[in-house]
């Protein structure tokens, strides 16, 4: 079953049950490994996964070239750190963001899912048109059920104990078996395709060390059970959570042999003939679109658009310093994680940009500032949004500002334009950005901006939504 292209022979030869004596490791579908093929100059990496000189094989392809492939040390390294990690459990781990009442949220095309950790999962779609009331489409995806905080503790350091030695709960993710943690959550909004049974969720941390709690995916596993997969720097200080690294072989061409088989070159250069004809299409498509002045390339997870959001953190200026700028247009903000990026400067404009080393920046005019088109929005539309507070009172929610005259779409043809939203939001930061973009239609767009920042300025806001600086 070996015997076809030359890459297929090595894999199959790597880790054989024992080789000249010395027993290797077995193939595991869990840890990834990659092949390389270095030149005649190469030394072994001093740092990250271990090598020593005496571990390699001898391979002989189909056709009679000869490699010299040097293997990772596959110790029991992980196994024995596991075995000798005395701290928190995962649970314990991510207690401070139960305890926080942290949530957080996914924007798509219509829904808008909010997991409040440790407390509930909601999806809701707010709409609301002139003169009507705000109208709220919710769904519970679960809820945990009340218990004291002394209570819930006890019994998740007794789950953990019983479970210790349980195999971690693994999915895979973006191609590779990634360990998780899951939580439970049931008592959701009633489900009337099944006998009006309760929506249920799990959710799943995973470790990520970059991350800040972001909602990865929501998925309908079945009707009314869904799967909620949160990336998070917690659980990484748990050994069994971290992701696997990729394990290098490299092999190197010994006297005689090419630097890499004959066979897997022929493989790729078949593999690239294949896609020619694509790249080609593609390639004309391309030149299509330049005749426009911007592209348009939504970032997409499976069928769902994906709505990329990014939160920054700004602690140089002090607060009346960075609202000054920010009313003035000259300290702009940024956020998206994607593809795309944004950029949102106050009564300027909204970009949409993608920087790349090799062609440079490429830059969306969204929406321009034009203060007698906003004005003209603002007449058919609610510019300013209210919310009460416990003792009652009023206070401004949201800003929606109008920045219309953007980029010609290439579908319709017409200029792009955008609603801003600003609204207040806490964080633990007071100076974080959180920016997301939404196209419930073509090329007409909703860009959210929240901040602590905001709730400073927005009860400063007239009838039209114009914000001023506060006194």
Request: aromatic share 8%; proline share 7%; with cysteine.
């Amino acid at each position: 079953p070996c015997a076809g292209a030359s890459l297929l022979v090595v894999l199959c030869g790597v880790f054989p049950s024992s080789f000249g004596g010395r027993t290797l490791p077995g193939l595991s579908d869990d840890i990834p490994f990659r092949l390389k093929w270095p030149g005649p100059d190469f030394t072994l990496p001093t740092a990250g996964i271990p090598y020593k000189e005496e571990n390699y094989i001898i391979m002989t392809t189909a056709d009679q070239e000869t490699y010299k492939c040097m293997l990772p040390l596959m110790a029991n390294g992980n196994e024995e750190e596991d075995r000798e990690y005395k701290g928190p459990s995962p649970g314990e781990l991510l207690d401070p963001l139960f305890k926080l009442s942290s949530c957080s949220y996914r924007i798509e095309s219509y829904w808008t899912y909010e997991v409040c950790h440790g407390k509930y999962i909601r999806q809701y779609h707010e709409e609301k048109e002139a003169g009507q009331k705000l109208n709220i489409q919710e769904y519970y995806l679960g809820k945990t059920v009340k218990k004291s905080p002394s209570e819930a503790g006890e019994n998740q350091e007794d789950k953990e104990r019983t479970e210790g030695h349980k195999d971690i709960h693994t999915k895979n993710i973006e191609g590779q078996m990634t360990p998780y943690y899951p939580v439970e959550m049931t008592n959701g909004t009633p489900c009337s395709l099944k006998q009006n049974q309760a929506r249920s969720s799990t959710v799943m941390y995973i470790c990520h060390p970059e991350a800040k709690h972001e909602i990865l995916s929501v998925a309908e596993i079945t009707t009314c059970e869904y799967e909620v997969v949160i990336l998070t720097p917690l659980l990484c200080n748990h050994p069994k959570f971290r992701p696997s690294p990729i394990n290098d072989i490299f092999c190197q061409s010994m006297p005689g042999s090419p630097l890499r088989p004959q066979s897997l070159e022929k493989l790729e250069h078949q593999q690239e003939e294949i896609k020619s004809p694509l790249k080609a299409k593609e390639e004309e498509q391309q030149l299509l679109k330049e005749k426009f002045s911007t592209i348009h390339k939504p970032v997409t997870v499976g069928s769902q658009q994906q709505v990329t959001v990014g939160t920054t953190h700004i602690s140089r200026l002090t607060d009346e310093q960075l609202i000054k700028e920010f009313l003035s247009g000259s300290y702009c903000f940024h956020g998206g994680v994607g593809w795309w990026k944004y950029e949102f400067c106050y009564g300027k404009y909204v970009h949409q940009y993608h920087e790349d080393k090799d062609t440079g920046k490429t830059t969306v005019v969204v929406g321009t500032w034009k203060a007698e088109e906003h004005l003209d929005w603002a007449k058919k539309n609610l510019a300013k949004a209210y919310m009460s507070t416990a003792d009652g009172v009023q206070t401004v929610k949201t800003v929606s500002h109008f920045y219309g005259g953007g980029d010609l779409c290439e579908v319709n043809e017409q200029p792009r334009q955008v609603v801003v939203k600003l609204k207040c939001k806490q964080s633990e930061s007071p100076h974080a950005v959180t920016v997301y973009m939404l196209e419930p239609q073509t090329c007409q767009y909703i860009l959210g901006v929240e901040s602590p920042v905001i709730c400073k300025i927005l009860d400063t806001a007239d009838e039209n939504g114009l914000l001023s600086i506060p006194n």
